[in-house]
Structure formats: C-alpha cells, structure tokens
C-alpha cells in the first residue's frame, strides 16, 4: 500500500467535528466527547493494523533503508535514555525502600520486602514509568518531527518517490519503542532493585544481601518475566503507534502539530493505563 | 493495457472527464472536465495564475490523489495505481515539487540517492556513486553534504529535481520551476529543459506548470491553460500566438531581460 497510508485517516468530517464551535449543553458535549472518542479509536486501530501489515509484509524489502533507521531509532529510544534512568532507578529505589524499609521494620515485617519490591516495582511502577518517561522524551519528539514532515509536505514528496510513509517512517520507530520501553524497564528494575537495598543498607536494616536477593527471586514467578515483557512491549507499541498516528495522519498545518502533541500524550497514557489494568487482572487471575 | 512505451500511440497521460480536488481538501474541487492526452516524447507546459490549481492538477497527474471524478490513466494504467504490485509504473515518473520537499534531516547526497537506495536496496556508499553523476550534472556537487536547511530556494529547487530524475524517469513532472528564482537560476533552468531531452536514449515526457508561458515559447511543444477551474488546451506556440485573448494575456507576462537572453 503506498497513498493513502499516511493520510486516510484525515477527512473535512472528522476536521469539522474537532473544530466545531462550543456545544450549547452538556449532552451536547457528552455526545460530541463520544464521537470523538469513537473516532480516534477507530483510527488508531485502523493505523495499528495498517503498520503491523506494512511490518509483516515489507520486512525484507528496503532492508539497507529502513533497518540503519531502526538502529538509529532503538538508539534514540533506548541508549541514550540510560543515562537518565540510571538516576531515575536509584531515585525510584529510595523512594520505595526508604518509605517501605522504615513501616516494615516498624510493624516487623521486613521479610515481606522482596515481595513488596516485586510487585511495586517489577509488576508496575518499572514498565509504567519507563513508558511515561519514554513517551516524555522521545514520544513528543515523534510527534513534532513527523507532524512538521506532514505539515512541510515531505510525506507527499515520499509518496511521489513510491516510497511507503509507513514504511520509512513509522515502522522504525514503533520496532525501536517496542524495543527500548522493554529494554529500559529491565534497566530500571535492575537499578531500583540494587539502589533498593543500598538505601535499605543505609538505614542499618538488618538484611543480608543473599537474603535480600532471595526474597526477590522467591517472590518472582515465570509469569512475571513474561508479563513483564509482554507489557512493556505493548506499551512501547502503544506509544509509538499513537504518536505516529497523532504526528503523520493528523496535522496539516505547522500550528496543528502542538495540539496533536499534547492529544498524543493524554491518549498514550490513556492507553498505557488501560493496559496495565488488563494485565493486573490476568496477574489476579493466574 | 499496452505500454505506451512500446506502442506510441497509447498516450501517457490520458484523461477523460477528470475533476481534481485540493490536495488539503479533497473534497472542494479546482479543476473539472478535464480532457487531456499527453504522449510519449511530448514537452507540455500548463500555465495559469497563482491559485489556478496548478499545482493540484500536477500532483493529481503525478498520483499524489485520486481524481475525484472522471477516468484517468498513467502508463496505461488506471488511476490511482498506489497497489504494491502497480508499484514498477510508479517508478517511471519523477515530480518535483514547487519548493524542492526535500527531508530536512538528510544531506542533499542523502536526499537524492534516497529513491535509488530504497528501490534497489543498496548501500548508502552504492546509492551515492550512482547519483554522484546527476549531483555533478546539476551542479550540486557541492553541495552535496549541505542540509536543506542551509541553502538557498533556488538549491533547493534544483535539489528536489535531482532527487526526482534519480530513478530515471520516463515522465517528468515540474511543479512551477521558475517561480521564485533569480536570473541566472531561471537561465540555468530553462537550458536544462533544453538538453535534457536530447541527452536521453529515449523518449522522456516532460509536463510543467508555470505562471508565464513565454519563456517556454522556444522550448515546449505544446501549451495548455488553466483558467476558471477549466484546462484549455492551446496546441502549439503557433496555435498559441494566433489565439492570442484576453485568456492569455494574464499568463504572457514575461521578464524583459530574460527576454533579451532567450
């Protein structure tokens, strides 16, 4: 599929009910709300589906293009963000250790430890900051970048060429985000964990690291490090498809792109949460 | 359908009854009834006066959208031709835009080998030495390492063309190459449109829009305008001169020192 990937999705209807003016009553607004709603979802599903098809079905072609650009986006979704999650794994694990180690300690429950940091961290906290910090830094860039491309006509100039939007443009940055929300959660989760039990070790909790560690790992369970995976690679699928949807399919002009940025950002998390909740129901189930 | 390559007398570009509609609205329609053949080696410039739909009418030509009535067809080949499978007819035209559209994050190397590279999946280094000539024969070379961003509009333009003769195209299609440039960019235009043509080993099929015409009248081979959201096709610069109304004086203002130069 070359034409119309990009811009399917932009219709006058759907422009006219985002640019309607003030409803005259609240059922109005709920209505209005409503459509809108059932709008973006139908063309962020018909997006997602679309680039999970171009995925599949151009995985070998271009390969010297678009996989340089896929090198190039896991960088930029990943590498580069370590640095700032190292911090944020050390912050993470004072945060939860320091307020958790002093009430356990307090009720004479410290060997609940390894349990509270798995399921504080390891199940939620780990995959759902990575995401937010991930959608923060390079999600929002997504946006401007390919809303500007959109809005500079460069995305017409790639289909004159016969080259896939999709393709060029989307399908590297939603393989990287995959990539780098899973990667960057193991580093965070590594990070608190270890920063975890310095601060514990800080505060003279009478702890050992080998029974500290083994707490962990008895807490832990196959299904966590599947879920965990699983999780963290939709939420980087999530984030990645909704800015590219938000940045490529939406803007027409240059000043539409700050409010696709800022409707990228809600419906991410949004969908990130959403998520998150489905799967404490498959934990609660298992 | 035959190719019109091997058979001269299917047309390259053949519509019939064709409305175009505004690449931003799609629905809102700038030019209609369009009846129009374009064969293969033909030279055809469409003139008419800023927001005629010159530019909308060319990228419709070039594929960029649907007509939105009427049946047009490219190589034979019904419109819209956007099935992967479709993709090889595609590839025989190249369109420049207005402004270039070049990407701004690549190189102008970059920007002009990005077809040939994604086409025949090569190396960035292969794609390079196979555009390396076509930089030199537009004068770009120096550029060559240059973003965008740090040339001027008449670079740009002639930027956006190499990336668009980079696959070699059968059918090129210029959007306004004249509007905007200076002197000497216009003269350096106007004589590439001269030996372009006569450089190839075959046939090429050239379609630009402009606001004047008369700087074309040595040059193309057939004229057409675009006026009150209709195509009127002029024929020859003959038929051009002789038909000479009130339709075309709006677009036979020309530039007295380009005059004296051609």
């Known amino acids: ?286 | 359908m035959s190719d019109p390559t091997a058979h001269p007398e299917v047309p390259i570009i053949e519509m019939r009854g064709v409305s175009v509609g505004a690449l931003r609205d799609q629905n809102s329609v700038v030019v209609e009834e369009v009846n129009w053949s374009v064969r293969a080696g033909d030279f055809w410039v469409v003139a008419g006066l800023q927001g005629a739909g010159k530019s909308d009418f060319l990228l419709m030509t070039g594929g960029l959208m649907p007509p939105v009535a009427g049946e047009y067809r490219l190589f034979g080949e019904l419109m819209p031709i956007f099935d992967e499978d479709r993709l090889p007819h595609r590839l025989r035209m190249g369109l420049a835009f207005e402004g270039g559209q070049l990407f701004n994050h690549l190189t102008i190397a970059e920007n002009v080998a990005l077809p040939v590279q994604y086409h025949r999946d090569l190396s960035p280094q292969e794609a390079r030495a196979q555009i390396q000539p076509l930089l030199e024969t537009l004068e770009l070379a120096e550029w060559a390492d240059t973003t965008p961003g740090a040339m001027g509009r008449n670079w740009q333009k002639r930027a956006g063309l190499a990336r668009a003769l980079a696959l070699g195209p059968e059918l090129l299609l210029v959007d306004s190459p004249l509007t905007g440039l200076d002197l000497r960019h216009t003269q350096w235009w106007l004589n590439f449109f001269d030996r372009f043509p006569k450089a190839q080993d075959r046939p090429v099929t050239m379609v630009i829009t402009s606001a004047d015409l008369q700087p074309w009248r040595e040059r193309a081979r057939q004229f057409a305008v675009l006026r009150n959201k209709h195509l009127e096709v002029l024929g020859t610069w003959d038929q051009v001169a002789r038909a000479r109304t009130d339709l075309l004086q709006e677009v036979m203002t020309t530039l007295p020192q380009l005059d004296q130069a051609t």
């Open chain 1, 1 to 286: 599929m070359q034409k119309g990937n990009a811009s399917a999705f932009d219709s006058p209807q759907v422009r006219f009910l985002f640019r309607m003016p003030l409803p005259r009553s609240f059922s109005h607004y709920l209505g209005r709300k409503l459509f809108r709603f059932l709008l973006t979802i139908q063309g962020l599903g018909a997006f997602a589906l679309i680039t999970l098809g171009v995925i599949l079905g151009k995985f070998r072609s271009a390969r010297r293009v678009v996989w340089p650009l896929v090198f190039h986006e896991t960088s930029r979704a990943g590498l580069r963000l370590l640095p700032m999650f190292l911090f944020l794994s050390a912050a993470l694990g004072l945060v939860v250790i320091g307020q958790t180690v002093s009430w356990l300690t307090r009720v004479g429950a410290i060997n609940y430890l390894g349990s509270i940091m798995v399921l504080v961290v390891v199940r939620e906290l780990g995959p759902l900051l990575t995401a937010v910090m991930v959608l923060a830094r390079v999600g929002t860039a997504n946006v401007i970048e390919l809303g500007t491309s959109r809005a500079m006509g460069e995305v017409e100039a790639l289909e004159a060429l016969g080259i896939d939007p999709i393709h060029y443009l989307v399908v590297p940055r939603v393989i990287a985000m995959a990539v780098g929300v899973f990667a960057l959660t193991i580093y965070l989760i590594l990070g608190a964990l270890v920063s975890g039990y310095i601060w514990a070790f800080v505060q003279d909790v009478p702890l050992r690291p080998g029974d500290y560690f083994r707490q962990l790992a008895g807490s832990l369970s196959w299904l966590d490090f599947a879920l965990v995976g699983l999780k963290t690679c939709i939420f980087g699928f999530i984030i990645s498809i909704v800015t590219c949807y938000h940045g490529l399919a939406q803007p027409l002009r240059l000043e539409e792109v700050s409010y696709a940025t800022v409707r990228a950002v809600a419906q991410s998390i949004i969908g990130c949460v959403v998520v998150d909740a489905i799967f404490i129901i498959i934990y609660l189930a298992f």
